[in-house]
């Protein structure tokens, strides 16, 4: 079976998934490079806990995690199937890597994980398993989550991890003449630099050392995803590569990251 890679995907408002843009292309193009995955991991910006916990529900509901948007959005469904069996598997990783994890039998898939699957693999007919991510443990720890988990890929798993690689929404609406916020191409520049370079340490500590990291991110959750996809890659050497889709709406990059890294 072919070694996955694994990625980091800027998912954007919901609105993307009617209006898709460069970020729907550019998915689409990277899934038919890509072996097709026997189950897909989701590890979302939009689920948030305290330890760590995987969704083990046999069939996922479409989870519309937001408000104030048209009623097209709405009406949108993503009914792929769960797998329990792959969401125990991974608990089970979890636990002897010394991350205590729960299986939530409940949880679906939120915006993070059902927009851009449907420019992934439009047909839904591929597992999805969430997983959610813990912010205030910090960025080491969900590298250390997708370290636990990145022999998965050698097992047709594609590993995931979606937010944003710009996400300041005090912004909405600052940046509609054309113009990008000051500090997002900096920012991402210095990402793609430090990805590029393997250098760990600096991405694990981007607080401190990226330009404009607080404005680029007030809150880190849509940024740690990024970190687990590191960490799946399965080794000190990242394998990064950048795929633009732009940036929406002058604050919100739209970057996809593709770590094709060590074997697991």
Do not use: C
């Amino acid at each position: 079976m072919s070694r996955l890679p694994s990625l980091y995907i800027s998912h954007g408002s919901p609105m993307t998934a009617l209006n898709p843009g460069l970020v729907g292309e550019r998915l689409a193009a990277l899934a038919a490079q890509l072996p097709r995955p026997r189950a897909i991991v989701m590890a979302s910006a939009h689920w948030l806990t305290h330890q760590p916990a995987v969704g083990g529900h046999p069939r996922p509901p479409t989870i519309h995690d937001f408000g104030g948007f048209p009623q097209a959005l709405f009406d949108l469904q993503y009914p792929a199937p769960g797998e329990p069996a792959l969401a125990a598997d991974i608990a089970a990783r979890l636990d002897a890597a010394g991350l205590r994890s729960a299986i939530d039998a409940r949880r679906g898939l939120d915006h993070g994980a059902w927009v851009p699957l449907r420019f992934l693999y439009p047909q839904a007919d591929i597992p999805v398993v969430p997983l959610a991510i813990q912010p205030l443990l910090g960025p080491a720890h969900q590298f250390a989550l997708g370290r636990a988990l990145a022999p998965l890929r050698e097992q047709g798993v594609l590993l995931v991890g979606s937010g944003s690689i710009t996400h300041n929404l005090h912004d909405w609406g600052s940046y509609q003449d054309g113009k990008d916020a000051p500090y997002v191409r900096p920012f991402i520049d210095w990402v793609e630099q430090r990805l590029q370079a393997d250098d760990r340490a600096a991405l694990l500590d981007y607080r401190a050392r990226a330009p404009h990291a607080v404005q680029a991110h007030p809150t880190d959750e849509h940024l740690q995803p990024l970190h687990f996809a590191m960490g799946a890659a399965g080794g000190d050497a990242l394998g990064a590569q950048r795929i633009d889709a732009g940036i929406d709406a002058g604050f919100l990059a739209m970057d996809i990251y593709r770590f094709d890294g060590a074997a697991a």
